[in-house]
């Protein structure tokens, strides 16, 4: 019981500092987007590729969690927009509290989008508001088709799906069909896109999604 206290205490306090986020994000007209995956599903290389998309159109910064190192933010700032690492050591989440620090960052001044890539686990970051606009839930056809229905919090929170690395689906026993249908039952709501980081396929309408939640917002 002391436990579950804990974490609706823990969780309760997060919701307040993640309302705050959201007020700020929207008062200077940030349009966020929380990016949730398991490690290795295309998360940076998404990120990386919105960046390069989005280099003269609408000014970009990211935030990016991992338990270690400051290798993903260095790939972001490469291509082309600025980054910050949040290394969160032993937590496995990004919570709304690492976000409302960064708020003021130089980095942040004058953005339209912000995309924030979250610690990879396909768990815990399901749980933590971080004040975003959307969830998107990234999945790779190199992991399970089954994945939404063992994890699916994350799926049922997120409005889109993307599902990653399309040009490696022949060399996997993935079914699109299933994984999508899997998806569908646990979040009928889910949005869904394919693509390709490697190769560039369905990165237009990943482009005009975001496009169009930037006009709505």
């Known amino acids: 019981m002391a436990r579950i206290l804990y974490k609706e205490k823990v969780l309760s306090k997060n919701e307040e500092l993640a309302a705050e986020v959201r007020e700020r994000l ?11 995956s398991g490690p290795g599903a295309g998360k940076t290389s998404l990120v ?3 960046a390069a998309w ?3 159109r609408v000014r970009t910064a990211a935030l990016s969690g991992d338990q270690a190192t400051e290798n993903d933010a260095v790939r972001i700032r ?3 927009i600025p980054a910050l690492q949040i290394t969160t050591g032993s937590e496995c989440h990004l919570n709304a509290g690492r976000i409302l620090d960064l708020l003021d960052a130089p980095e942040l001044a004058g953005i339209r989008l912000l995309l924030i890539e979250n610690v990879g686990n396909l768990i815990c970051p399901a749980a933590y508001d971080l004040g975003e606009a959307a969830k ?3 999945l790779s056809v190199a992991e399970g088709d089954d994945k939404p229905l063992k994890y699916p919090a994350l799926f049922q929170r997120a409005e889109l799906m993307v599902i990653n690395k399309l040009d490696l689906l022949e060399l996997t026993n993935f079914q699109l069909d299933q994984a999508i249908a899997n998806a569908r039952k646990v979040a009928p709501h889910l949005e869904v896109l394919c693509l390709s980081c490697r190769t560039g396929q369905g990165l237009e309408a990943w482009y005009q999604w975001i ?6 917002s």
């Open 26 to 36: 929207a008062t200077r007209g940030v349009f966020a987007l929380n990016l949730i």
């Open 48 to 50: 990386e590729r919105t």
């Open 54 to 56: 989005a280099w003269g």
């Open 78 to 80: 490469s291509a082309g």
């Open 136 to 138: 998107v839930a990234v």
């Open 211 to 216: 496009d169009d939640r930037l006009d709505r």
